[in-house]
Structures are given as structure tokens and as C-alpha cells.
């Protein structure tokens, strides 16, 4: 069953019924000022950091789903009758009802009565406010009057105090209204310079800023009390919970339309420029009035929305793809590269699922979320790159996470996931790729961000490696430490505390418990930093990361490998773990996937034995689960992992990230009808017929969706912050269709399905357009026979850079 459709041509979804499995949300904003935006206007907003400048309010885990949003409400001057045209908070029926979830922007639009209503919501490029416009059309045959109102809830600025300290924040609120417009400014008195405003393009009949006068005691938003009865109290909010609503009311004759807009926004200050006049208590406004005017005008507001669509056309542009698969198609061309986009942006911190107030940006995600945004915004992964590797430590080592506003590590989590450090070079192997801007490599960069310990950011890399071949155990595996890619293997923590932390308890003098998978890792990360050496002609250095890569392959196959796939670990004590002498987690998909990517057993079948396990007993229609069998009970040596029920989250949950190493891993080996069937079972839009039992929003990717062993196998969770996003991305781009980014130029080496016999692609590399035409005879999924470049055929099919402008037509044939 569905719930909407894909609108191809607009890039958009199109969710059709309000009442989706979960609210289905989007994005806006793209630099600084973001938002969370449902199908039914729910969700919130924030500048930069979600748990520190939030702006508006939101309701985790309530009752019903998805309370707090950008809500409007239309009544009817004559009957009373109200409703909302997003259809929450007042749920009331509503005829032809649509969200359309587009790039950056959605909206909401439907009939109640022969009323009319539709908002786009957007944020402009470069500004940090957001726009709603509305438009109201009566279609009746008689003249309507009608009252519209606004309502956002304001948070205090830090989410997190904002839900707790409840006997200070029911004395700190206060607000201004001047000319109409509403200045949330809780704090600015003393050591904030920011505020918020909520302004409207027409004259007021009236305003509220006091929730509860709005509302009405013991009532909610879904009928609040100065909707009900067709009037604003011009409330002004003094401590207790300060909110926006404005008041406009609309005589509209049969026929008629009316546009009204709402602008929302942050504003700092200069802090010598706070109050106007000077000396006074009253937020200086001069400032931020111009911007408030300009969006408020129709004809800005048009212009910022076309922008932000050519934006959008301009990044998508980058790839394009033409393939027999329809969803293969809008994933690559729209979808998965927007999530990607949001990734990037959020890296774990704020959707549905994460509050924005628990998670900063993580080490190994941001790396991660590298791979599959490089080519849309280079230079904003460079940024990235250089903030992350400031946070690295001086041995190499990394805090697993770092908060966005102040750029530094997070103490309260620490560091010691042995994996982290390998992450950056992955992701600026692939930087180097994109760009060819080896300068990078050169950038002064500190160490946990401390003046005066910058060295530079190819000695990062180097430590980078050096950390793991500093910490190898009793097999000369990698030592785990507090976990690796799977933060739930906890190897060095036995915890039998309720509540306590697997990922900062270290309880256990660690030496022993080693992974497979940092080896694979490890194995992957030493040939990218060959190569990243060779590039800086340091072939001695090069030489030598080749052997220490070697020499681990080397160990992986001694004492990784179980005899028909590759083991997951070894224990504290020193056993095995993913290996068939286990009673269960016999077999983890990880060291799977990660070791044949680094292409440790490519050469003796020890590779194609390892997927032929997962085909066997990892896959299952809806995905490939993270191990087998299932943990059925807890095991204080294994840590989190086995405190979730089987078949959810790493306890054999289809945690959909690792699945393309295996899509890429088959590629590798050539086998594309295996690695398309991966890829198909959990792309969203393939499963969108099955939205009554997947849940999710069909349009990205989930982190995961129960397995096998669950009750409720095939129902997705955790959707959009994901490296699953990333490594899709990668996966189908990079490995099925078969176009890489390489240093000396773009390869084309897919590997397809047998029945595929062609596809088309436009890809814009280092400034120039190459217009790229595979072809295959029917049968076969990898080789490439010849490959034609502006007619002239070249030698292998690597194609060089051509210079910036140019347009190149390739034309490959496989055979
Ligand atoms: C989450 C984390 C990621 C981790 C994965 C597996 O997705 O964000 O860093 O690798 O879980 O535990
Ligand atoms: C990862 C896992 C999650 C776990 C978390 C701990 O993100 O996906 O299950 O709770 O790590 O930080």
C-alpha cells in the first residue's frame, strides 16, 4: 500500500494522505539555519547547533505523533468551524490534501468547505529565517470570511534545558511586538545576542505570545481558545511559555485568492549594538528590519524560492543517470544524493529519531557522510575535512564526537573507538579524488584543537595509521578498544549496571580484544594512503604503508578467517568471536563486507566464499541482517549488542549501512545480478508498495529495518541520519554503474545486472561535463572491451581530465 507518490519531474514526493505509518518529514535550510518539517507541518527549527539555539519547540515521543510544528489554523466567521489545512494539530477532514516534499522545501496543500489553502515552506539561501507562504482561495460561490492565525511554540534556545530546568525557564521568558512582528528574545537581557522573530505580511486583527492565554488552561493545540472563538488576546508572554501567533483576517470573494507570508528567523546582534537606544532594555531592530520587509514581499519570496530550485538543479546536475531501473534512477539522481546533502549537514543529530540534543557530530559518521557529498559541494567538505581532523588527538587517536558550534570534542563521550582514525583518510582519499587539490594535504592543522600543536594534515593521516599498528593484540589484529564501526560491540565493558553507558564504560584492562573488521579497515586505509604518499612523491613512505597493509592482510587471513567467512573479533578473554565455534553471532556482515573492499581474499576465492556465506545466511528479502544467529540473551563479554531483542538495531537488525560494503564487495568479484538484488531489497522507492509495513518515508533511506528475527520483519527505522546514505551512494554510483572519481581521471568500470543492456550517464568531474553512454550485450555484468572518448578510442577506461568547460562524450562497451 501507498501513501503518496514520486513526482519525478519536480523532485518531489507526493504524500496524499495526512495519516502516514510515522510523520514523514523533510529538510530545510542548506548552510546554517535548518529545519525538520513533516507531512503534516509538524517539527521544528534551529540555528546551527539543535540542542543550543533552538528555536522552536517539539514534543518527542508524544501523544499524538509529531506535536509542535509550524501550524495554521482557518476558521470560518460565520459557522465557527476551524481547521487546520496541514491537517495537524486539529486533524479535521480534509478534501484533496498533499504534502509535496521537495529539495529543500515542502509543501501543504487542501480543501476544507471550498476553502482553499496551501504554504510553501523554505528556507532562502544565505539567510537564516525561514519562509512560509500561504494561499488561501475561496472556492465557494458565495463570499467568505474567514480568520487565519499562525502558531509556533518558542523554545529557550538550549533544548535541553529547555525540557528539564523548568523551576528557572517559567521565569526567563520574554518577548516584544512591535509593528506586528514578534521578537522572541528570552535571555537577550544578559548574555545572549541573538533573538528570534515571527513576522507577517499583513495588517493584524491581533497577536499572542503567551501559550497558555492562546491556548486556553488544560487545552491543546488542537483547539486552541483564541481560535475557537475568533480572536487573538494580544497576550504578551512574561515568563511561563512564551509562543507566536499572529491574527489576519480575510474577506475573500468567490474565487479569490489571497497570499499572506510568515517569515520566521534568527538574528544576532552585534553585542555592542543589542538595545535600541542604547541603555534601554529593548532589542535594537534595526538591523534585521530590512530582511523582515524584503520576505515579506511576494516577489522576494518567489525569487529566494527559485533560487533555492536552481541550487538544487545545479547540484543534482553533477550526476545524472539513465538506467533501465526506475528506482535506481530517482535514488541516484534525486533522493539519495539530497540525503546526502542532509547528512552532511546534520550528521546525526536532529529528525525523528534523533532529538538534536544527545548527539554531536560524530568522527567516523562526518567521515563517512564525506563519501557521498564530495562532488556536490567540494569546498564545504574541505571545511569539514579541516574541522574534523582539529579534533583528532595527538596519538592519533579521536573523541568519537565533536559539537558543531564550538567545534571541539565532547569530553562526556571521550575517545578510544578504535576505528575512528581510519575514517579520515577515507574521506580525504576521496576529497583528493574528486578534486585533485593535494594542497589540502598541507593545511596546518591542531590536535583536540589546542593552538600551537598544528602540524599538518598528511601527518593527521599518518597518525591516523599509526594508531591502529600502535594498538595490535595477541593475534597482531587491532586492538578494539571501546568498540569499532559497531558501536555495540563492546568488548572491554561488562556492564551489570542498569543504565550505564557500553560505549564509556571501559571496566576492562583492554590488550586483548581485537577486530577483523579495524583490520580490513586498516588494510582499505593503508593502500588509500599509499597512494595519497605517492601523489606527494614519497614512494619510500608509500612502499612502506603497502607492506604494513600487507602484512595485516596477511594476519586477517591467518586469524581472521573461519574457514568459510571472515571472523568478527576476539573477546576479552581472548575467544573467538563470528566464527561457527559460537553458539550464536556466528556470522557478522561486517568484516565481510569491509575485508573484501579492502581486497583481502579477492585473489584465493576466499572472498567469493565470504559473500556466498552472507547470500546463504545473512540475506533475506528485506535486506541483509548484521549477524546469525540472532543473540536470544545478554552477554555481558558482547555489550550492547546483546541487550537488544533479536532482529532489531545490531542484534541482527538489517542495519542497512553495511549492506553496500556487500553490493560493492559482489561488484568487486563480478557478480552484478547479486549486487543489484542487495541493492534493490533496501532502496526505499522499491519498497514503497510496501509502505504499510516498511513505515518509513519511502523516499530515503532507514538506518535500519528489523530482521528476520523480529516480530515486525521488514518494518523500517531511524530514517534519514544514516551512513547509509553515503555508502548507497557509493555503492550504486561508484560500483554498480561503475564511474570513480581516481586521481589521474574517472573510471568507468560498472559491473550490472546480466538483463541490463545499457545505461547513460552525465557526470561533471574537475569542471568539465563528460557525457557517458555504456552499452553491453546481454549476458555479461563486468569488462569493459572499448572505450571511445570524443570518438577516439583510448586505452583502458580510465579518462583523463579534461580541461574545465569542456564537454566529453564517452562511449563504453562492455564485452
Ligand atoms: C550508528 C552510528 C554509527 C555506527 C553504527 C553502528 O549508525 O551513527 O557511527 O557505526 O550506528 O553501530
Ligand atoms: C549506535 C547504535 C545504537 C547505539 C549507539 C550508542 O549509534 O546504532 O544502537 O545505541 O550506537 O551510542
Same mark, same amino acid.
Given at each position: 500500500m501507498r501513501y503518496g507518490h514520486f513526482d519525478d519531474e519536480r523532485r518531489e514526493y507526493v504524500i496524499t494522505r495526512p495519516d502516514t505509518p510515522l510523520p514523514w518529514i523533510n529538510y530545510l535550510g542548506s548552510e546554517a539555519y535548518f529545519g525538520i518539517i513533516s507531512n503534516t507541518a509538524g517539527g521544528y527549527s534551529f540555528y546551527r547547533d539543535a540542542r543550543l539555539r533552538r528555536l522552536t519547540r517539539y514534543r518527542y515521543n508524544n501523544v499524538p505523533f509529531d506535536l509542535g510544528g509550524r501550524y495554521l489554523y482557518l476558521r470560518d466567521a460565520v459557522s465557527g468551524d476551524f481547521w487546520s489545512p496541514s491537517w495537524q494539530p486539529t486533524q479535521s477532514e480534509l478534501e484533496d490534501y498533499e504534502c509535496r516534499h521537495g529539495m529543500g522545501y515542502s509543501a501543504i496543500s487542501s480543501r476544507h468547505d471550498g476553502i482553499e489553502a496551501e504554504t510553501l515552506y523554505f528556507v532562502p539561501l544565505a539567510e537564516n529565517l525561514e519562509v512560509w507562504r500561504t494561499r488561501v482561495t475561496n472556492k465557494r460561490d458565495a463570499e467568505a470570511k474567514l480568520s487565519l492565525f499562525s502558531a509556533v511554540e518558542f523554545c529557550l534556545w538550549d533544548a535541553w534545558d529547555d525540557q528539564t530546568n523548568f523551576q528557572r525557564n517559567f521565569s526567563t521568558g520574554q518577548v516584544e511586538v512591535e509593528d506586528g512582528v514578534i521578537y522572541h528574545k528570552t535571555e537577550y537581557r544578559e548574555r545572549r545576542d541573538h533573538f528570534a522573530y515571527f513576522a507577517c505580511s499583513e495588517p493584524l486583527a491581533g497577536f499572542d505570545t503567551q501559550r497558555d492565554t492562546f491556548?486556553?488552561?488544560?487545552?491543546g493545540w488542537d483547539s486552541p481558545a483564541a481560535v475557537e472563538r475568533g480572536e487573538s488576546f494580544d497576550s504578551v508572554a512574561n515568563g511561563w511559555a512564551p509562543c507566536g501567533s499572529h491574527h489576519v483576517e480575510l474577506t475573500l470573494a468567490p474565487g479569490e485568492s489571497k497570499e499572506i507570508i510568515f517569515v520566521l528567523g534568527y538574528w544576532e546582534n552585534p553585542n555592542e549594538a543589542k538595545f535600541d537606544p542604547p541603555g534601554s532594555q529593548t532589542v535594537n531592530k534595526k538591523l534585521v528590519k530590512p530582511v523582515i520587509e524584503r520576505y515579506l514581499r511576494s516577489d522576494e519570496a518567489e525569487g529566494a524560492f527559485q533560487r533555492l530550485r536552481d541550487y538544487w538543479s545545479e547540484l543534482l546536475g553533477i550526476l545524472q543517470v539513465r538506467t533501465p531501473d526506475e528506482h535506481t534512477n530517482r535514488m541516484v539522481n534525486i533522493w539519495n544524493a539530497y540525503q546526502c546533502m542532509v547528512t552532511f549537514n546534520m550528521s546525526r543529530s536532529a529528525s525523528f529519531y534523533e532529538s538534536g540534543i544527545g548527539r554531536g557530530m560524530g568522527f567516523r559518521d562526518s567521515s563517512q557522510d564525506l563519501l557521498g557529498f564530495v562532488h556536490m559541494v567540494p569546498e564545504r567538505a574541505r571545511e569539514r575535512i579541516l574541522d574534523v581532523a582539529a579534533t583528532q588527538l595527538p596519538s592519533g587517536g579521536a573523541y568519537h564526537q565533536y559539537q558543531p558550534l564550538t567545534k571541539r570534542g565532547n569530553n562526556d563521550v571521550g575517545s578510544g573507538f578504535n576505528d575512528d582514525p581510519a575514517w579520515l583518510i577515507l574521506g580525504v582519499a576521496a576529497y583528493l579524488k574528486e578534486t585533485g587539490d593535494i594542497s589540502i594535504l598541507d593545511e596546518d592543522v591542531t590536535y583536540d584543537n589546542e593552538p600551537g600543536s598544528e602540524s599538518s594534515l598528511y601527518e593527521h593521516l599518518q597518525r591516523s595509521l599509526r594508531y591502529t599498528l600502535h594498538r595490535l593484540g595477541p593475534h597482531e589484529l587491532p586492538l578494539i578498544g571501546r568498540a569499532d564501526w559497531n558501536d555495540c560491540l563492546n568488548l572491554n565493558c561488562f556492564s551489570?549496571?542498569? /543504565? =550505564?553507558s557500553f560505549q564509556t564504560t571501559e571496566n576492562k584492562e583492554g590488550g586483548v580484544a581485537e577486530s577483523v573488521f579495524i583490520g580490513g579497515l586498516f588494510v582499505l586505509a593503508a593502500e588509500e594512503l599509499a597512494q595519497i604518499a605517492e601523489r606527494r612523491g614519497h614512494t619510500d613512505e608509500a612502499a612502506s604503508y603497502r607492506a604494513d597493509g600487507a602484512t595485516m592482510d596477511a594476519t586477517v587471513r591467518e586469524h581472521g578467517w573461519d574457514g568459510e567467512w571472515f571472523r568478527r573479533a576476539y573477546d576479552y578473554f581472548g575467544d573467538v568471536v563470528g566464527?561457527?565455534?559460537?553458539?550464536?553471532?556466528?556470522?557478522?556482515i561486517e568484516p565481510q563486507g569491509i575485508c573484501v573492499l579492502a581486497g583481502i581474499g579477492v585473489d584465493d576465492g576466499k572472498a567469493k566464499k565470504a559473500l556466498d556465506s552472507v547470500a546463504s545466511r545473512l540475506a533475506c528479502e528485506h535486506g541483509i541482517v548484521l549477524q546469525q544467529p540472532a543473540f536470544s540473551h545478554y552477554y555481558v563479554n558482547l /555489550? =550492547?549488542?546483546?541487550?537488544?531483542?533479536?532482529?532489531?538495531k545490531e542484534n541482527a537488525g538489517i542495519f542497512c549501512h553495511t549492506n553496500p560494503w556487500i553490493m560493492i564487495g559482489e561488484a568487486i568479484i563480478g557478480r552484478g545480478d547479486e549486487a543489484f538484488d542487495y541493492y534493490r531489497r533496501i532502496n526505499p522507492s522499491a519498497r514503497e508498495d510496501i509502505s504499510e509495513l516498511h513505515?518509513?518515508?519511502?523516499y530515503v533511506y532507514p538506518q535500519m529495518i528489523a530482521g528476520?528475527?523480529?516480530?515486525?520483519?521488514?518494518e523500517a527505522k531511524n530514517s534519514w541520519l544514516s551512513g547509509t546514505a553515503a555508502w548507497n551512494f557509493v555503492a550504486i554510483s561508484q560500483w554498480l554503474l561503475g564511474l570513480r572519481a581516481e586521481y589521474d581521471g574517472l573510471r568507468v568500470d560498472p559491473c550490472l545486472p546480466k538483463e541490463w543492456e545499457r545505461f547513460e550517464a552525465t557526470r561533471k568531474f574537475r569542471g568539465a561535463t563528460y557525457r557517458i553512454s555504456v552499452s553491453k550485450p546481454k549476458g555479461i555484468c563486468k569488462g569493459v572491451a572499448q572505450v571511445t572518448v570524443d570518438g577516439m578510442k583510448t586505452e583502458g577506461n580510465l579518462i583523463a581530465p579534461h580541461p574545465a568547460g569542456a564537454e566529453v562524450v564517452v562511449e563504453v562497451t562492455m564485452g
Open positions: 491556548l486556553g488552561a488544560y487545552k551489570t549496571t542498569p /543504565g =550505564e566464527s561457527k565455534e559460537n553458539e550464536e553471532g556466528q556470522i557478522f /555489550g =550492547e549488542i546483546s541487550t537488544y531483542p533479536s532482529g532489531y513505515r518509513c518515508e519511502p528476520k528475527d523480529a516480530p515486525s520483519f521488514g
